[in-house]
């Protein structure tokens, strides 16, 4: 069977070279499937198209340091080596190894085979998404939640379906879930600590979440990308539940390299080798001195995050207590990540309010953007300086008074 492939142009005749200028409408038979048409474009990434380098960016999630030099020295040597060719779909043996002794703290058992490498978190649940999600099968995601989750089930062809948060604490609602379980559920997708709550899951949730899902025959998919970040409490990961959940990770946190964008997934080893089979025709492999290079920085990852951590407490406190002192703005203090998420009694959509600050020159994200239930809250990232937070809020508390 032969395939054509139709490229309509235009030729100006006055340039003796001829100039081709592309239509700006496709050829009907060049259209994007009707699962990606049902997905919107990112909130967050809309807003950040008119940051400008004036603007106070309170919006995005990156963490200020730069990577262990460790990490950036190692890299460097990987590609003077030569390490830039393909390497294992599921990563480097010895990172998936110094991975599963990092992850130890949770599961003295984990091991080599229950680690797999992928480019970034968000690929990482994409793909489990990919490699485990049939046409029809329902998928319970936290509203409000990460952006990528609904997106990601849609793309996989399954059925989205929400569960509420209890408010304040932003604990998941038992009731809700309960309420959202069907005979069609597949998984049901955690995060903690969350983004963009900043709520950190109690031991009570943990516990409970686990056992209707082992009653229920569903598995869990659990995003622990901020398990490092958590500030009152402590982080009470599904790992050690290997035979009934997908843990997610990444280095983009806690080595501060969103850019290199490396992440990992922990399961048993057979879950572990449909995601990577999944993995191998998505991506056929992790970047290769990258992963070199944060190889080289495990080592020194405790000593790295000790150095970050309190920062970002000392930051959490600081964006705290301006909120509170903003009239309309409520907020209980984030126990974890690095976000803020509190919620204002101004009778305007968290969309148009976002957009209202953006031209006064403070970017922050929209309520809305994480979920139906985000409506009525606005994110601050506070991974970024004091000095930057101060002048945000100093921003919000005009605008406020204006509302």
């Known amino acids: 069977m032969m395939c054509v492939w139709i490229v309509y142009c235009t030729i100006d005749?006055?340039?003796?070279?001829?100039?081709?200028?592309?239509?700006?409408?496709?050829?009907?038979?060049?259209?994007?499937?009707?699962?990606?048409?049902?997905?919107?474009?990112?909130?967050?990434?809309?807003?950040?198209d008119l940051v400008t380098p004036e603007t106070v960016n309170l919006g995005i999630g990156e963490p200020d340091f730069q990577p262990p030099a460790e990490a950036m020295e190692g890299l460097r040597q990987a590609c003077a080596d030569g390490r830039n060719k393909y390497g294992p779909t599921n990563g480097v043996p010895a990172l998936r190894e110094a991975i599963a002794e990092y992850s130890s703290r949770y599961n003295e058992g984990i091991g080599a085979e229950n680690v797999i490498v992928t480019p970034s978190g968000t690929a990482a649940l994409m793909t489990i998404m990919q490699a485990f999600i049939d046409p029809g099968d329902e998928v319970l995601?936290?509203?409000?939640?990460?952006?990528?989750?609904?997106?990601?089930?849609m793309l996989a062809g399954g059925v989205p379906r929400e569960y509420g948060l209890t408010p304040g604490d932003f604990q998941p609602s038992l009731d809700s879930i309960q309420e959202s379980l069907g005979p069609r559920t597949k998984a049901i997708i955690v995060n903690s600590p969350s983004n963009p709550t900043g709520g950190v899951m109690d031991l009570e949730s943990r516990r409970a979440i686990?056992?209707?899902?082992?009653?229920?025959?569903?598995?869990?998919?659990?995003?622990?990308?901020?398990?490092?970040?958590?500030?009152?409490g402590q982080h009470h990961s599904f790992l050690d539940d290997l035979e009934n959940c997908i843990v997610v990770n990444a280095f983009s946190k806690s080595m501060a390299a969103t850019g290199w964008r490396l992440g990992y997934a922990m399961s048993n080893s057979a879950a572990i080798d449909e995601i990577g089979k999944m993995q191998y025709h998505m991506t056929a492999c992790p970047n290769t001195p990258m992963q070199f290079g944060l190889l080289q920085a495990m080592p020194c990852i405790e000593r790295?995050?000790?150095?970050m951590v309190p920062a970002f407490d000392a930051r959490r406190r600081l964006i705290t207590e301006r909120l509170k002192d903003i009239e309309g703005f409520h907020?209980?203090?984030?126990?974890?990540?690095?976000?803020?998420?509190?919620?204002?009694?101004?009778?305007?959509?968290?969309?148009?309010?976002?957009?209202?600050?953006?031209?006064?020159?403070?970017?922050?994200?929209?309520g809305s953007a994480f979920g139906a239930a985000g409506e009525g809250h606005l994110r601050f990232s506070y991974a970024t300086s004091e000095e930057m937070i101060g002048k945000g809020m100093d921003i919000l508390e005009r605008v406020a008074a204006k509302l």
């Not at 003796?16 to 699962?35: C, H, L, Q």
């Open 141 to 153: 995601l936290p509203d409000p939640g990460f952006v990528v989750y609904r997106p990601h089930i």
């Open 331 to 366: 907020l209980e203090p984030p126990r974890g990540s690095f976000y803020a998420f509190p919620s204002y009694e101004a009778d305007i959509a968290s969309a148009d309010l976002a957009m209202m600050l953006v031209k006064e020159g403070l970017v922050c994200t929209p």
């Open 13 to 48: 005749i006055k340039s003796p070279v001829g100039k081709i200028d592309m239509m700006a409408t496709p050829s009907p038979s060049v259209r994007p499937s009707e699962r990606l048409s049902s997905v919107p474009l990112s909130g967050i990434r809309k807003l950040f």
């Open 304 to 307: 790295f995050i000790s150095e």
């Open 210 to 232: 686990g056992d209707i899902a082992a009653d229920k025959g569903i598995m869990v998919v659990s995003d622990e990308v901020y398990d490092r970040f958590v500030y009152e």
